[in-house]
């Protein structure tokens, strides 16, 4: 079976493990800074639409300049560094004492985080054959979704007990954990030869060329895209929706993202499960359509228990979004530019908050919340629709052995011609 071969692999189950404490730890700071601003500061739409904007302009703006650094010398090396500078940031957001320190202090960690994410993406394709990434991809997000569970209950104790210096020093000592993980990862085709190599401005150029050549890589990245846009509705919706929809307090916020967690990690479980059969883009399609449905349910209820319900189902389709979207980002792109590809995906989030969070502070003040949110879902729905109509044409290069060299078989089926020879 494909998920037993996964974990067999050496280093796997521990990379496992460090990313499950990692991403815990983060998911503590995260919930931190969002209910700091919205239950302890009483913030309003707009003062959460600066928060995100804020938050989001290094990825944003940066995010597509991380992948030079991966491609050039390797995801591990990246993502110790990511992990080091993350524990780093947290301690220093120890020292917070306002609102305004709290978003200033926080603000390499966007860049940071995007730079752990796409480094993290890139090592699944030089530790296992290609297909593996289905199952790999899935355990790896299964072992980060974990954190949605663990992390809003871990952080709603901390918070209760610490506030904000407890909950940035969890952060810490779990990058620490993420750092010396990935240190005692073995990573092949770590590097790329030094004879190789170009200026960064034309391998970053290299990496745009290559998505605009690619019809998989441009359809992947704008579908995905999209997702993030109601991603980023959401970020700003649901602490406004728990807090004067529902009445909630944050507390509850935090337990309605503990049910998202454990609807991500039953998907991505059942995904290690289902393997490579997954990874098309019809089935990304349909679950960009099931999202917008389920995100729509989970704030168009004033019920409570119906929130709980339709953020559970939320989870499990993000799952069956997430894992073969990005195992299409891999397969589409050459491993010698998998840090590039995926840096740009990392920054596509960011970007989407930057642009939808305004807008969206705009519109609340002509619909409600609840309206708005059943708005975006019903928009994700259509484009998920529009992508299924188009999803249908693009081909797929699968079952081939890991392979970091340009101009391989692979490469000519991932920019879209037909195999050399």
Do not use: C
């Not at 990692?22 to 239950?39: E, H, K």
């Not at 954190?147 to 990058?175: M, Q």
């Not at 679950?287 to 209820?301: E, F, I, K, Q, R």
């Not at 590039?340 to 003040?365: K, W």
Request: zero cysteines.
């Amino acid at each position: 079976m494909t998920a037993r071969r996964v974990l067999r692999i050496p280093g796997f189950r521990m990379l496992l493990a460090g990313e499950t404490i990692n991403a815990t730890g983060s998911w503590v700071a995260v919930v931190a800074i969002w209910g700091f601003a919205a239950f302890r500061f009483d913030a309003g739409a707009g003062d959460l639409a600066l928060l995100f904007i804020v938050l989001s302009i290094p990825g944003a703006l940066l995010g597509p300049l991380l992948g030079i650094p991966i491609d050039r010398f390797g995801p591990k090396r990246m993502l110790v560094l990511a992990n080091l500078l993350g524990m780093a940031n947290a301690i220093a957001l120890t020292q917070a004492d306002s609102y305004l320190a709290v978003i200033l202090l926080a603000l390499p960690l966007g860049l940071i985080e995007a730079l752990a994410a796409a480094s993290l993406d890139a090592v699944p394709p030089r530790l296992m054959d290609d297909e593996q990434l289905v199952s790999a991809n899935a355990f790896l997000g299964g072992a980060q979704d974990l954190a949605v569970i663990l992390g809003p209950l871990l952080a709603a104790a901390v918070n209760a007990r610490w506030g904000l210096t407890g909950a940035f020093l969890v952060d810490a000592a779990t990058f620490l954990v993420g750092a010396v993980v990935a240190m005692r990862l073995v990573v092949p085709h770590e590097r790329t030869p030094a004879q190789e190599r170009e200026s960064s401005w034309r391998e970053l150029w290299a990496g745009f060329r290559l998505v605009r050549r690619s019809d998989g890589l441009r359809w992947t990245l704008g579908v995905v895209a999209s997702v993030y846009l109601l991603w980023a509705l959401f970020g700003l919706l649901e602490p406004l929706y728990v807090r004067d929809v529902l009445g909630e307090s944050d507390t509850v916020f935090a337990v309605l993202q503990t049910a998202y967690g454990v609807g991500l990690v039953g998907a991505g479980l059942a995904l290690a499960a289902l393997g490579d059969r997954i990874a098309k883009p019809r089935y990304v399609a349909m679950a960009v359509v099931v999202s917008g449905a389920t995100a729509a349910l989970y704030v168009g209820t004033q019920s409570l228990v119906v929130a709980f319900v339709g953020v559970f189902l939320w989870g499990v389709d993000v799952a069956f979004f997430y894992v073969p979207a990005k195992t299409l980002l891999q397969r589409f792109a050459p491993t010698a530019f998998h840090g590039r590809v995926l840096a740009l995906n990392q920054a596509l989030e960011p970007a989407a908050g930057m642009i939808i969070t305004p807008l969206g502070a705009l519109a609340l003040t002509v619909v409600g919340v609840q309206a708005l949110g059943i708005i975006g879902g019903a928009i994700a729905a259509v484009g998920g629709l529009v992508a299924l109509r188009w999803g249908w044409r693009i081909v797929v290069p699968t079952g081939v052995a890991v392979d970091p060299r340009a101009g391989t078989p692979r490469d000519a089926i991932a920019l879209g011609g037909s195999a050399p020879g």
